[in-house]
């Protein structure tokens, strides 16, 4: 795509050939003539990319740089595409490679994760001790709490003194009850008879009276 004639500045986009999942990169070339091309070096730059880390806009700047200069007093735009287009090829071929690497690294980390998880962190007199440190200001401070809770419910709970000062009625309740009752109490007279006067059947003739030797031990 031509943009000037004066200088004379257009740009091209290269694609590399489709990768694994039918992935391309792609990168948009700009280049302006100078006075004296090709005796002198174009001016060059990426406008766009897809599917390019800084990584690689970095290698292919530098792949430019390279290819201007071993080419210098040629005409070379075709030259410079041509390397481009290879070391996007390159590239599409090391994503693959590299998402090979993400993944078995990601599953050395799950299995690191997992043996430590299984063999748990060593026991040693330090970490033990700290952990023992720990542990007894956590249990001393759960105690703490604990007094604490029982001296509060100790001070909220009221003396009989106190609860008299705070209710005067507490002290004819009794009478009070017993007004309510009718201030009279039946009593059984029959319950106090002497026992002589108690009609008690005889032993003998009890059907479940089992005599026993009473001289004997």
């Known amino acids: 795509t031509v943009l000037s004639e004066k200088p004379t500045t257009f740009t091209i986009t290269v694609t590399s050939e489709a990768g694994e999942n039918d992935e391309t990169v792609q990168t948009t070339l700009k280049f302006t003539y100078r006075e004296k091309y090709p005796d002198e070096t174009p001016l060059y730059e990426i406008v ?8 690689d806009v970095t290698d292919i700047i530098k792949l430019l740089e390279q290819q201007a200069e071993e080419n210098l007093g040629m005409v070379m735009i075709f030259t410079l595409v041509s390397a481009v287009q290879e070391k996007l090829n390159e590239i599409v071929d090391q994503i693959k490679t590299r998402r090979e690497e993400e993944k078995k690294q990601k599953e050395r980390e799950a299995e ?18 700290n952990w023992k440190a720990k542990f007894d200001a956590e249990l001393l401070e759960i105690k703490r709490k604990k007094m604490k809770e029982e001296e509060q419910a100790g001070k909220n709970k009221l003396s009989g003194k106190q609860l008299f000062e705070m209710d005067h009625n507490l002290d004819t309740s009794d009478i009070q009850f017993l007004e309510e009752a009718g201030n009279s109490v039946e009593v059984d007279e029959s319950l106090f008879q002497e026992m002589d006067d108690l009609e008690l059947e005889d032993e003998e003739d009890d059907p479940d009276y089992n005599p026993v030797n009473l001289d004997s031990d």
């Open 48 to 55: 766009s990319q897809e599917n390019l880390d800084d990584n």
């Open 112 to 129: 690191e994760e997992e043996k430590q998880r299984f063999h748990g962190t060593p026991v040693t007199i330090e970490n033990f001790l």
